[in-house]
């Protein structure tokens, strides 16, 4: 009992020293009133319209593993999260050649997003702005065609964007 008291005037001091110099420490729940998130398809501006899903999918993903949010339909959400993707950047780069061609390669991908938190009721919780996430993938041999390695690039940039995504919304732009 004695030191879990120590410990909170320790954890007291602690926040008072480090309070002046702007550090806030990452808050883990969900903004206040918001329990039960909505998550829709992203609308998208690119040619590659999977992304949109992809994207959306994996902050649902994301979520599941939250505690302190949780998935809800669109009608008994407490907030439904909106999000635009703006932007894609895909490739493919060889860096070898062998007799019958290239035999390594790079696949890069890059996404940027637009989202909102919206309400129930419609009133914009937040604003989150645009956030971005890289993906680069290493092939060591061509068994596939450009596409699907870039394809498997963008996938896992919108994992880490499910990630980047859902650590926003917890901790606050």
Do not use: N
């Amino acid at each position: 009992m004695k030191q879990e008291g120590e410990k909170a005037v320790l954890l007291a001091a602690i926040h008072m020293l480090i309070a002046p110099c702007g550090y806030a420490p990452p808050r883990s729940e969900a903004p206040e009133g918001i329990r039960t998130i909505a998550v829709e398809t992203f609308t998208t501006r690119v040619a590659h319209v999977a992304v949109g899903s992809w994207v959306a999918e994996a902050v649902r993903r994301e979520i599941l593993v939250a505690r302190s949010l949780r998935l809800a339909p669109g009608s008994r959400a407490d907030a439904t999260l909106r999000g635009e993707v703006l932007a894609i950047d895909d490739g493919v780069t060889a860096l070898g050649t062998g007799d019958s061609g290239p035999v390594a390669a790079l696949s890069g991908a890059a996404i940027v997003v637009r989202l909102r938190l919206i309400r129930r009721d419609g009133e914009v919780v937040a604003d989150l702005g645009e956030i971005r996430a890289r993906a680069v993938r290493s092939v060591s041999r061509f068994a596939d065609d450009d596409t699907a390695r870039s394809d498997r690039a963008l996938r896992d940039a919108a994992q880490e964007l499910g990630r980047r995504i859902v650590r926003v919304l917890l901790e606050g732009p």
